[in-house]
Every structure is written in structure tokens, then in C-alpha cells.
């Protein structure tokens, strides 16, 4: 369950976030929520985070592995 909480926004920094958040299509506090989570989650995960993505595929010679050639003519594009 969320708990409601009440913040104090200067009315300049107020007025960019509804239009911020109108662009993402979400609320205030959604906008708000998410910017927390982006902050805590990344201290939460750890470096987990940072590994997503890192890692690359071996690329053997061209005909040197029959299996490799045939899944990734199937599978890999461009």
C-alpha cells in the first residue's frame, strides 16, 4: 500500500514537473516516484544494474564453427 506523503515545491519547479510529467504521461507523484526509485533502486541493486548489458558474445572466424554460422544467420540481423 502507498503511503501519502505531502511535499513543498517552489511554483516554478512545481510547474516544470506537471509539464514533465504530462509529457511521460504519468502524475507528479508518479514523476516524483520514479525519480526516488531511479535513486534508491540503483544504491538497492548494486552493481547488477551496471552488468545488464555488458557482456558480448563470442565472434568465431567466418566457417570456422558450422553451428554458429547456420543460428546466427537464422536468428542475428544485420
Keep these: ?38 535513486e534508491v533502486g540503483s544504491k538497492k541493486i548494486g552493481s547488477a544494474a551496471r552488468l545488464v548489458g555488458s557482456a558480448e558474445l563470442r565472434r568465431p572466424a567466418l566457417g570456422s564453427d558450422p553451428l554458429y554460422d547456420s543460428l546466427s544467420a537464422k536468428y542475428l540481423r544485420g
Design 1 to 38: 500500500m502507498k503511503a501519502r506523503v505531502t511535499i513543498t515545491l517552489d511554483p516554478e519547479i512545481h510547474r516544470l514537473a506537471k509539464k514533465s510529467a504530462s509529457r511521460k504521461g504519468t502524475s507528479v507523484s508518479g514523476l516524483i516516484e520514479s525519480l526516488l526509485q531511479s
